[in-house]
């Protein structure tokens, strides 16, 4: 009464068939899972990461505050001094002999602008003697950078040169 | 008749595993129900690799080594199974979705499916991901960096995830939240999404045939064994990975990373998914009317709740008053406007009421049951012939009318589900020497089950049943696409010889019997 296929008739082809496809779909699971590769970074390359989290200096100075202002607020909240919150932007500049590599302003994030900015950075730069001089500015109180390092580097093929920051030490390469 | 060439092209690709594994086990059909095997493999070949599994970041690498090298025919085997599963079931769910793209089973009421899809497919990808990460090699520093790149560069979150990654910084603190998240927290995500994914279905099947599940087994394990799946170097955060052989199955975004801004990578890959998630509401196709009860003419019997293959039929306690316990209630949310319902209604019984209008049970708005039996009563009378042959075909698969001819007529249906039984008895009654019923291919209906439950229906295994003193010979089912014209006309051809022989030789025997008859009287 009905015709539902049931495939080729030939049983022995018809498992031969259904061999080839799945070969086919194996075939495209092993390749894909590996291949074709990816070339992360030049055979003669190295890259420059520069990883950090700093809040910049408070835009204006704190205010020691008077008596009579002091006696205005609750007992529990008189602080001496009235430190505005918001956080000067941060502009960082690096060089590698010369040749600027990085240059970027971070705005501090969060609804008062007080948060840290977390630096992310790299780049792939050739293998070698470099001169690399990285400089920051934190505080639009002070006129220029006021963090800088100057440092000859030699790097390896795909060596990553870590540049992090901590307020009391500057600029550290690793 | 024109067909788009992606439909053209996914028809070709059903055909060739048609002729290689017969309807029943042809992979096309079952591309759901595989992936669920796939994932069955991925859970027993994760939860075995848990054991020797080392959870540190100093010892993860190691661990894995020890599984692969050391371990080759015991663990090795089932580490490779679970990537290689893994691989294939990203296959197997972007064929699915070509499938259901392809044959235009994305809009309409399968809005719900298809955009449940999407959650499905990117806990998929993120599973994928954080399984690459648990390796901890080249590779997983690559792939955890690069994520970390992508996690920054969302502005809500202020934490720098990527400096986890510099020299020193990665804890196993991290990295065990990566294990936990790949471990339970994606898993249950992706078994909540995939319940999601079939909810407005009835009747879900998520195993496929045995014979497809052993030979995808199989092929997977002769490739595991074959070409074993292998680990970079152990990452080193002091380096970058020179050469990666990326699985493009899951990490094909990452080299994006190397070459654009983060933002434009989320753009691309958002702008993918919402493009992906309103494919539904981008075709002027629209659902029919959908099935309306007539409680006249329904007495409860649940025939349509059992068949409908959306759960678009409730029972609820009867609310007329009449002397039945129960009724039925379409949920028009639900409803694909199939007309199966129509088919499975007994009252649906062309005759009932010969002089009147048919009323059913349930019936459809635009094509109900008395339309039929009139469209029944009109194409007899209009065929001229020594056999005349009445075919009745669903809207999505060939067009019936494209098979007429002088002895040949077409009706058709929303769905070949739709045709009750007793409509072919009544078309053999009334004039058609034979009835053929044309659907979609079997096992591919686009409304999932029209042509199984015509096929159990008139093999009297699904009631409504084809009653017995329906003549078999006078009557043929065939599944086909608009593509299958040729196949479903040569079936015609050797159906009409057939009943012009089974004519033949019931004029002739009648002949003889009216002769052996004078000759009796002769003799008397």
Request: charge should be neutral.
């Amino acid at each position: 009464m009905s015709c539902w296929s049931k495939g080729v008739g030939n049983k022995p082809l018809r498992y031969l068939l259904q061999a080839f496809n799945y070969t086919i779909f194996m075939t495209v699971v092993w390749y894909f899972a590996t291949s074709p590769s990816v070339r992360v970074i030049g055979e003669d390359e190295a890259m420059i990461t520069v990883a950090f989290a700093h809040a910049g200096e408070t835009r204006e100075a704190c205010r020691v505050l008077s008596q009579e202002e002091l006696m205005k607020l609750p007992p529990n909240m008189r602080k001496l001094d009235d430190c505005p919150r918001e956080r000067s932007p941060i502009v960082i500049e690096a060089t590698l002999d010369g040749k600027t590599i990085y240059s970027k302003t971070y705005l501090p994030p969060g609804i008062f602008n007080d948060g840290s900015v977390n630096l992310y950075y790299n780049s792939k730069v050739p293998v070698g003697k470099h001169v690399l001089e990285i400089k920051m500015d934190d505080s639009v109180r002070k006129q220029g950078f006021n963090h800088q390092l100057t440092q000859d580097i030699e790097l390896k093929p795909a060596q990553i040169l870590l540049i992090e920051f901590e307020p009391l030490k500057g600029f550290i390469v690793r | 008749m024109l067909v788009n060439p992606v439909k053209r092209t996914y028809l070709a690709i059903e055909s060739w595993f048609n002729l290689s594994f017969g309807t029943e086990w042809n992979p096309i059909y079952h591309l759901g129900t595989l992936s669920f095997f796939l994932f069955w493999v991925i859970l027993v070949t994760g939860l075995y690799l848990f054991i020797p599994f080392n959870g540190s970041i100093a010892g993860a690498h190691a661990s894995v080594e020890y599984i692969t090298h050391d371990l080759r025919y015991t663990a090795g085997v089932m580490r490779s199974l679970h990537r290689y599963a893994s691989d294939a079931v990203v296959v197997t769910v972007l064929l699915h979705m070509f499938k259901e793209f392809a044959s235009g089973r994305y809009t309409g009421f399968r809005w719900f499916s298809w955009v449940t899809g999407i959650p499905n497919l990117w806990t998929i990808v993120t599973l994928g991901i954080t399984g690459y990460w648990l390796v901890w090699d080249e590779m997983a520093q690559y792939v955890a960096v690069g994520s970390a790149r992508l996690m920054d560069a969302i502005p809500l979150l202020s934490a720098a995830m990527t400096r986890n990654f510099v020299a020193g910084e990665m804890t196993d603190r991290f990295f065990i939240l990566i294990e936990f998240l790949h471990l339970l927290g994606q898993p249950l995500a992706l078994a909540f999404f995939l319940w999601l994914h079939v909810k407005r279905l009835s009747d879900v099947k998520i195993n496929p045939p045995r014979g497809l599940a052993i030979g995808t087994l199989l092929a997977l394990t002769i490739l595991s064994l074959v070409k074993p799946a292998l680990s970079h170097a152990p990452a080193d955060l002091a380096k970058v990975p020179q050469v990666i052989e990326l699985d493009w199955f899951y990490l094909n975004i990452y080299p994006l990373i190397d070459i654009w801004p983060e933002g434009q990578v989320w753009i691309l890959v958002l702008g993918i998914t919402w493009f992906i998630t309103l494919m539904p509401w981008m075709t002027f196709k629209k659902d029919g009317a959908k099935a309306v009860v007539d409680l006249d003419h329904c007495n409860g019997c649940e025939l349509c709740f059992d068949d409908c293959p959306f759960d678009a039929i409730s029972v609820q306690a009867r609310t007329d008053g009449a002397k039945y316990e129960k009724e039925v209630v379409v949920n028009p949310d639900l409803c694909a406007a199939c007309g199966i319902c129509a088919g499975s209604c007994p009252s649906s019984n062309p005759f009932r009421s010969r002089k009147e209008e048919l009323k059913t049970g349930i019936d459809m708005p635009q094509q109900p049951v008395d339309k039929m039996r009139s469209q029944t009563k009109e194409a007899i009378a209009s065929m001229e012939g020594e056999v005349k042959i009445l075919v009745y075909g669903c809207d999505h698969g060939l067009n019936v009318h494209r098979l007429e001819s002088k002895d040949t007529k077409g009706v058709k249906l929303i769905c070949s589900g739709m045709l009750p039984p007793t409509l072919v008895e009544y078309a053999l009654k009334n004039g058609a020497d034979g009835v053929m019923v044309t659907g979609c291919r079997h096992n591919d209906c686009f409304y999932r089950f029209g042509n199984r439950w015509v096929k159990q229906r008139f093999a009297g295994e699904r009631k409504p049943i084809l009653r017995g003193r329906a003549d078999r010979d006078r009557i043929r089912v065939h599944g086909g696409s608009e593509t299958d014209k040729n196949r479903i006309e040569n079936d015609l051809n050797i159906f009409r010889a057939d009943l012009l022989k089974k004519k033949q030789a019931e004029a002739l025997a009648e002949k003889s019997a009216e002769q052996a008859e004078t000759s009796q009287e002769g003799s008397r």
